[in-house]
């Protein structure tokens, strides 16, 4: 502090300094309150957006990694999913419920590929289809195992087997249904104890609900799918002795023309005739062949002597009666022996050499409802020939009838 001497030699104090002008004194309010509040704010809301930023570049990386991961999975055929269970649970638990795909679990063998049946540890029984791992190397099999995920999961229907799930790697791929207990049409109907329990009502409501199935596919799909396939084999019948259609590693999406061409798929016996020559696929090429499963269903075996010589007197000439798998009794309730006629009679009209004047799938389907057919004369004389000659409108236009004279 500055000290001055004054006359009497003695030390004083100096006045103090004068107080700061109005302007200098707001200038140093805002300084201090720049320092203290708009700093450090700055600061905070600029690590803030550091934070936004480095969050934001790492979720950008992670997403495109993980893009990145699926596309090298998807191409190396690493791919595993299954309906409301853990993806890496649920396929320990089927290699555990199979002890890894051991024979003693496989219940049939097909064209490519073994079916198995096992429990989850949930008590659900499933079924198995597991491509072999030679076959898997087959690029054909390999696109038949993805064709059938595809369509399946592009379609639900009660007559039309529930897939569960998929795995399709390159070291094991297999598809999990859902399990029929009773197997497949083809089987019972080749064992005459099984068969005799296909009575006429039950084997009327299996042709039903492979109408159904097929109506569905053709009609109320977009685009409609065709199944290129529908044999007894690959129908399945459930606990209740229904039947659910299965096997659609053949089907196909149909472009708007309603038409494709492609190469020959399907089982001999079952394909439409005109196939060989037109290589074109059609909802009326599934016609055909439920009209053979519809009268392989109800002779007990393959039809391929009538379907060889429908054109001929002999064929013509046969009692339905006759034609009827012998293991039963004939149908002799009014009820059955109308139902019975009926489904003979559309199954030769799906039959015809002609796609054009075969019934859709959805006439066939709603006609079983509307039961318009008459029999006007005994079971026991209705022939073949006419069967084949019944006038059916299956479109609803006119009252359909069987007169026999």
């Given at each position: 502090?500055?000290?001055?001497?004054?006359?009497?030699?003695?030390?004083?104090?100096?006045?103090?300094?004068?107080?700061?002008?109005?302007?200098?004194?707001?200038?140093?309010?805002?300084?201090?309150?720049?320092?203290?509040?708009?700093?450090?704010?700055?600061?905070?809301?600029?690590?803030?957006?550091?934070?936004?930023?480095?969050?934001?570049?790492?979720?950008?990386?992670?997403?495109?990694?993980?893009?990145?991961?699926?596309?090298?999975?998807?191409?190396?055929?690493?791919?595993?999913?299954?309906?409301?269970?853990?993806?890496?649970?649920?396929?320990?638990?089927?290699?555990?419920?199979?002890?890894?795909?051991?024979?003693?679990?496989?219940?049939?063998?097909?064209?490519?590929?073994?079916?198995?049946?096992?429990?989850?540890?949930?008590?659900?029984?499933?079924?198995?289809?597991?491509?072999?791992?030679?076959?898997?190397?087959?690029?054909?099999?390999?696109?038949?195992?993805?064709?059938?995920?595809?369509?399946?999961?592009?379609?639900?229907?009660?007559?039309?087997?529930?897939?569960?799930?998929?795995?399709?790697?390159?070291?094991?791929?297999?598809?999990?249904?859902?399990?029929?207990?009773?197997?497949?049409?083809?089987?019972?109907?080749?064992?005459?104890v099984k068969a005799a329990e296909l009575d006429w009502k039950r084997r009327v409501n299996i042709i039903?609900?492979?109408?159904?199935?097929?109506?569905?596919?053709?009609?109320?799909?977009?685009?409609?799918?065709?199944?290129?396939?529908?044999?007894?084999?690959?129908?399945?019948?459930?606990?209740?002795?229904?039947?659910?259609?299965?096997?659609?590693?053949?089907?196909?999406?149909?472009?708007?023309?309603?038409?494709?061409?492609?190469?020959?798929?399907?089982?001999?016996?079952?394909?439409?005739?005109?196939?060989?020559?037109?290589?074109?696929?059609?909802?009326?090429?599934?016609?055909?062949?439920?009209?053979?499963?519809?009268?392989?269903?109800?002779?007990?075996?393959?039809?391929?002597?009538?379907?060889?010589?429908?054109?001929?007197?002999?064929?013509?000439?046969?009692?339905?009666?006759?034609?009827?798998?012998?293991?039963?009794?004939?149908?002799?309730?009014?009820?059955?022996?109308?139902?019975?006629?009926?489904?003979?009679?559309?199954?030769?009209?799906?039959?015809?050499?002609?796609?054009?004047?075969?019934?859709?799938?959805?006439?066939?389907?709603?006609?079983?409802?509307?039961?318009?057919?008459?029999?006007?004369?005994?079971?026991?004389?209705?022939?073949?020939?006419?069967?084949?000659?019944?006038?059916?409108?299956?479109?609803?236009?006119?009252?359909?009838?069987?007169?026999?004279?």
């Amino acid at each position: 502090m500055e000290t001055e001497w004054n006359d009497h030699h003695f030390i004083r104090p100096a006045p103090p300094p004068p107080p700061p002008s109005g302007h200098h004194g707001q200038q140093h309010k805002w300084i201090m309150l720049t320092i203290t509040v708009f700093i450090p704010i700055s600061l905070f809301l600029g690590l803030c957006i550091l934070l936004i930023i480095i969050f934001l570049r790492q979720l950008w990386f992670k997403v495109k990694m993980a893009q990145s991961k699926s596309e090298t999975s998807t191409k190396n055929g690493d791919i595993f999913s299954i309906w409301n269970y853990d993806g890496k649970i649920a396929y320990e638990d089927i290699i555990r419920a199979t002890n890894d795909f051991d024979i003693r679990y496989c219940i049939g063998t097909g064209g490519y590929g073994s079916v198995y049946r096992a429990r989850l540890p949930n008590g659900k029984i499933v079924a198995l289809k597991k491509l072999h791992r030679s076959e898997a190397e087959e690029p054909v099999l390999r696109k038949s195992f993805t064709n059938e995920v595809k369509t399946l999961t592009q379609i639900r229907h009660r007559n039309i087997v529930r897939l569960h799930g998929y795995c399709l790697h390159k070291k094991s791929m297999f598809l999990i249904y859902e399990y029929m207990r009773r197997g497949s049409l083809f089987c019972i109907l080749n064992n005459d104890v099984k068969a005799a329990e296909l009575d006429w009502k039950r084997r009327v409501n299996i042709i039903k609900g492979i109408a159904h199935a097929l109506c569905y596919m053709h009609h109320h799909c977009t685009p409609p799918i065709v199944h290129r396939d529908v044999t007894t084999t690959n129908v399945l019948l459930n606990s209740e002795l229904e039947a659910v259609l299965s096997d659609f590693g053949t089907a196909r999406l149909l472009p708007s023309d309603s038409s494709t061409q492609t190469m020959v798929a399907g089982t001999h016996g079952y394909i439409a005739p005109e196939f060989a020559y037109t290589m074109a696929i059609t909802e009326k090429c599934d016609v055909y062949s439920f009209g053979v499963v519809a009268l392989e269903t109800l002779m007990g075996k393959h039809p391929k002597d009538v379907l060889s010589s429908l054109a001929s007197s002999a064929t013509q000439s046969l009692l339905l009666s006759e034609l009827l798998d012998q293991r039963l009794p004939p149908p002799r309730s009014g009820s059955i022996v109308h139902d019975v006629v009926l489904v003979s009679a559309i199954a030769f009209a799906c039959l015809h050499g002609n796609p054009k004047q075969r019934p859709t799938m959805q006439s066939v389907s709603k006609e079983f409802p509307r039961r318009r057919i008459q029999v006007t004369e005994s079971f026991y004389n209705i022939t073949v020939g006419q069967l084949m000659n019944t006038q059916l409108d299956l479109d609803g236009q006119v009252e359909c009838s069987i007169s026999v004279q």
